[in-house]
């Protein structure tokens, strides 16, 4: 008799065979880009004027933010102008990651109920469409930064890795609150709480140097306080990010990236019946 | 969750596809609203459960060969779509053990993955891509849909302008190219006018191959018993019946009729 190519049985927490759920996962890549794309049309980003918004958007977001510290700072320069701009922008990756990550699942409950696939496509998906949203952004960082004449140097480079890390970081919050708000639906009307604390509490309206160290310390709770400081000491100061930042990025990256991924994969079996 | 070209191998006349056995299903669901973080917080320390148990299967035990298309009946919740659903991996099971012998498509509901605010055309790839299809044949199979579907030029508008009939005419015709060694087919056959619906038929009655398996569930009984050669009865999550189709499906009339129900049952 032929060996079963699938059995189900009753459920158990507990991880799916990994390398079968890799492949499946990677013969659905397609889907993946292409469900992005209809997501991102169907919030009328197919049209010039919808793409010209995706960097109006961010343009007017960091002119407001920007008139903000200008009033209560009461001073202001082209660098600061720079920093807000290239970590606001950063800083919507992981935020719209996040909130296009928490409904991920729930709303995807007719793909859910009604098709065997990897779940984590979809979480995946919102970090995908967050990512789309941030290239235009990117675009326009290089635009003003020439503009507003900051300094370059080869250490820039380093931005390339730490994007890397800020992707990995996006995408493990995106599938751990999609995950958590499949149990807890209300995540869902606090998540705009915690993106709004994480942008005060990050440096992005101020610098991480004009922080005292004593809240420094405090920061190591902030996923991204780090991230964020390193980032704009490479594409806005052209200066190498500290090494104990970059760990201090990584290390949280990592973190919640595994926990998120754990406990996503050894549940979803369960979502279908939750939903 | 395999992809379809995963695995393309034949498949011995009357060998097992799918082996179900005692099969029990039981889904807990919350009685008020949705499950919250508030909602648990008040309940703590009370060790209240504001829960409900339905049990949707009860020892279900079911052989599907190959060469076989198994019709299933059985009024409304009778646990027809649970039992799909567990067969296809949708849901796991709380009891027993169901062995699947090859690719599995399903069709449980009609346009899933489809979005209505891209055209036919982007919808045929995106539906497809969820079915488990990959890109290429898609692209080799986009003619046969479109002609299938009959929309002619409406497949390059956007779907939300489509009539019902036109969307399910599309979404069916989608997922009729797809030949998986198992085909789940959950009242999907009732689309469009009365002509798509033969239209339709007829392509469920291709696809009946001696390599293939298909899992056919419908209320339309006199459909059930032209196409499938062999049906389960389900009643309240338990086997009732199993057999010829013809005796299987009388009985179940005579059991509906009992309840003086029938008139509500024979529906497609």
């Not at chain 1, 980003?45 to 958007?57: M, R, T």
């Not at chain 1, 490479?234 to 990010?241: G, K, L, N, R, S």
């Not at chain 2, 009984?221 to 196409?227: C, K, N, P, R, S």
Request: with cysteine; glycine share 6%; net charge positive.
């Amino acid at each position: 008799m032929e060996k079963p190519v699938v059995v189900y049985e009753p459920f158990r927490a507990g991880l799916p065979p990994m390398r079968e759920y890799m492949r499946s996962l990677w013969s659905r890549r397609t889907f993946i880009s292409e469900f992005s794309r209809s997501e991102l049309r169907e919030q009328n980003y197919g049209s010039v004027f919808g793409q010209l918004w995706l960097i109006l958007n961010p343009l007017l977001l960091s002119a407001v933010y920007f008139l903000l510290i200008y009033v209560i700072g009461g001073s202001s320069d082209a660098n600061r102008f720079g920093h807000l701009t290239a970590s606001l922008f950063l800083f919507y990756l992981i935020a719209n990651s996040l909130t296009g990550g928490v409904k991920a699942i729930t709303s995807g409950q007719r793909l859910i109920l009604n098709t065997s696939f990897p779940r984590v496509m979809l979480p995946i998906s919102a970090t995908v469409i967050a990512l789309f949203k941030f290239i235009p952004t990117l675009v326009v960082f290089v635009a003003i930064h020439a503009i507003i004449g900051l300094p370059y140097s080869w250490q820039m480079l380093w931005a390339i890795p730490i994007l890397f890390i800020a992707l990995v970081m996006a995408l493990g919050m995106a599938i751990l609150i999609s995950c958590i708000n499949v149990y807890f639906r209300d995540i869902s009307s606090m998540l705009p709480y915690l993106t709004r604390s994480l942008l005060y509490l990050s440096p992005i309206l101020y610098e991480a140097t004009n922080v005292s160290d004593r809240i420094k310390t405090l920061e190591i709770a902030n996923p991204i306080f780090f991230l964020l400081d390193s980032w704009s000491r490479v594409v806005v100061h052209a200066q190498a990010p500290s090494m104990n930042g970059l760990i201090h990025a990584s290390v949280w990256a990592l973190f919640l990236f595994i926990t998120g991924t754990y406990f996503f994969l050894s549940r979803e079996r369960d979502f279908a019946v939750r939903l | 969750m395999i992809s379809l070209s995963d695995f393309k191998h034949e498949h011995s006349p009357h060998s097992v596809a799918v082996s179900v056995k005692d099969l029990g299903l039981t889904y807990t669901t919350s009685i008020d609203k949705k499950p919250t973080l508030k909602a648990r917080l008040k309940t703590l320390g009370r060790g209240k459960k504001h829960t409900r148990i339905v049990r949707a299967l009860n020892d279900v035990s079911i052989d599907v060969h190959y060469g076989t298309v198994l019709g299933i009946i059985g009024s409304n919740g009778a646990g027809k779509s649970s039992l799909m659903r567990v067969i296809s991996g949708i849901v796991p099971p709380t009891q027993g053990r169901v062995e699947v012998y090859g690719s599995v498509s399903t069709l449980l509901a009609l346009g899933v993955g489809f979005n209505p605010s891209m055209t036919g055309r982007d919808n045929v790839y995106l539906g497809g891509l969820a079915a488990g299809m990959s890109r290429e044949e898609i692209d080799a199979n986009f003619d046969a849909i479109a002609d299938f579907s009959e929309l002619g030029e409406a497949i390059d508008a956007p779907m939300r302008t489509y009539s019902s009939g036109m969307y399910a005419r599309l979404a069916f015709s989608v997922a009729a190219v797809v030949e998986p060694d198992i085909l789940i087919i959950d009242e999907a056959l009732s689309t469009g006018d009365a002509k798509f619906k033969e239209k339709s038929l007829n392509r469920i009655k291709e696809l009946r191959t001696a390599d293939r398996a298909l899992i056919l569930v419908s209320h339309a009984l006199a459909t059930i018993e032209d196409i499938c050669n062999e049906v389960v009865w389900l009643n309240k999550g338990t086997l009732m019946m199993r057999g010829n189709p013809t005796e299987v499906i009388a009985a179940y009339r005579e059991f509906v009729n009992a309840r003086k129900s029938a008139s509500s049952d024979e529906d497609v």
